[in-house]
């Protein structure tokens, strides 16, 4: 969704179901946005200010606390901002949610600072926020959300992806889930659940129970749809699951293995990749009729398919060469052209949502990077290099990569194996680990959920 349909959704209350949003202006409000630009925030991360906010009630400040709290995570998580020891604030955060002493906060050394209040009555809940320019002493931005008792940790992505825009002039990703394979048992006989996540790895939950393996989840542009391989009947297949009914269904009736699904940006259709007398081409499937359309038909495997942002070209790796590369091509299935030249293997492409940028894993001499490069193969950066790592997905706003590592094992029973997701962001630094209560593999982005 662009940045336009989405304010303009926010504002008109449609953010989320069941969270209405209002605009909360004071006086003295910036017209123009204070801008830090992110080159200098990831060697100076922004100091900002991130009080509990004032709450009516027991409920109301415990939430105000717990709000404050996400906010103040999901910020400092993403490497940009540096959140200010709350030990060092001078004004109260009652206070501050009035009428900030902006004296108080710049002698601190904030640049920003975040207030708020949170009432909360019965299973309803009312949060004001407001983002402080400290230096002008002028409210950058305010407002006041109203939803359910339950939407609370929302509400605090919702604001977290506000004051990122406000401050870095590019959209937030806090507003976002992970889909991404929950591996349990033993290294030989793994069990593999579909689960997804909360981007800060809260509100986890499984999806599939374990019977059927399941493998590489991909979400579709609207976030409700989830295509993934699983074995359901010894058949490798690729599946459709609803978000919103629980509902997994088959996609297509092909005569061989179908693997590495992804839709389309317009959610119409998914490219996937089938096997076939031994040759694996890459299909594309039309989502209303269910029909099929072959896009390659070249000797060797083409798989692991990915559309560009503008839906136009198609990134893909083969061995049609002899060796593992990526290979751009038409939408329609033509031009195919090879972009990856360095030592080693490719695999795993995926295109950036600005679209100027594909992710990639490199496998050389033994070991394992993910990497970028532009799409005509050009500018190759290896952002992070390994024993086995694997898998990369890009946040919304093309900004931080989610893959995932594994150890090895320390014997031949799998003993000291471990698979987990980590993120880091395009220009290689803030690389950390995302807990998940299960080893983890095959991470997927969601877009922002609205």
């Not at 209405?20 to 200098?40: C, L």
């Not at 061989?256 to 699904?261: A, E, F, I, K």
């Not at 198609?314 to 299935?333: E, K, P, W």
């Not at 490199?362 to 992070?384: C, H, K, N, T, Y």
């Amino acid at each position: 969704m662009s940045t336009i349909n989405r304010r303009s959704l926010l504002a008109a209350g449609l953010v989320a179901p069941g969270i209405w949003a209002t605009p909360w202006p004071a006086s003295g409000q910036s017209g123009q946005p204070t801008i830090v630009d992110i080159t200098r925030a990831r060697t100076e991360p922004i100091p900002i200010a991130i009080p509990n906010m004032a709450g009516t009630g027991s409920e109301g400040a415990r939430l105000g606390a717990q709000i404050a709290q996400v906010i103040t995570n999901n910020l400092r998580n993403s490497g940009l901002f540096r959140p200010v020891e709350r030990a060092a604030f001078i004004q109260s955060p009652e206070a501050a949610a009035a009428t900030p002493r902006f004296q108080d906060w710049r002698v601190i050394g904030a640049v920003g600072l975040v207030t708020g209040r949170v009432d909360a009555s019965g299973d309803r809940l009312r949060v004001e926020f407001r983002l402080w320019d400290i230096l002008p002493e002028q409210q950058a931005l305010g407002t006041a959300y109203n939803a359910s008792l339950s939407n609370w940790r929302q509400i605090a992505h919702i604001i977290s992806d506000d004051i990122y825009k406000r401050m870095l002039g590019e959209n937030g990703y806090f507003n976002t889930r992970i889909a991404y394979i929950a591996e349990t048992g033993p290294r030989d006989r793994r069990t593999r659940r579909l689960a997804i996540m909360d981007q800060d790895g809260e509100n986890n939950r499984f999806l599939t129970d374990g019977q059927f393996q399941a493998l590489t989840p991909r979400f579709h542009p609207n976030a409700t749809q989830i295509a993934f391989m699983s074995y359901q009947r010894n058949e490798p297949r690729v599946y459709l699951f609803s978000l919103e009914s629980g509902r997994q269904e088959v996609l297509g009736n092909f005569g061989g293995m179908t693997l590495s699904p992804r839709f389309s940006p317009d959610g119409r259709s998914v490219v996937l990749s089938a096997i076939r007398g031994g040759d694996a081409n890459i299909f594309i499937v039309d989502l209303a009729s269910r029909r099929e359309r072959q896009l390659t038909n070249s000797p060797g495997l083409d798989v692991s398919p990915c559309f560009s942002p503008d839906g136009t070209q198609i990134v893909f790796n083969s061995d049609r060469g002899g060796d593992q590369q990526l290979y751009v091509m038409d939408a329609g299935g033509g031009g195919a052209r090879r972009i990856s030249f360095g030592n080693g293997r490719y695999a795993t492409p995926v295109w950036s949502p600005r679209g100027d940028l594909i992710a990639f894993t490199r496998i050389s001499r033994g070991q394992f990077a993910i990497g970028v490069m532009r799409p005509d193969g050009s500018g190759e950066r290896i952002l992070s290099e390994g024993w086995a790592m694997e898998g990369p997905t890009f946040a919304p706003n093309g900004r931080v990569i989610m893959f995932y590592r594994e150890s090895a094992a320390r014997d031949q029973r799998g003993a000291g194996y471990s698979a987990r997701l980590s993120s880091i962001d395009i220009a290689g630094f803030n690389e950390r680990q995302i807990v998940t209560p299960t080893d983890a593999t095959d991470p997927s982005w969601s877009p922002l959920i609205s």
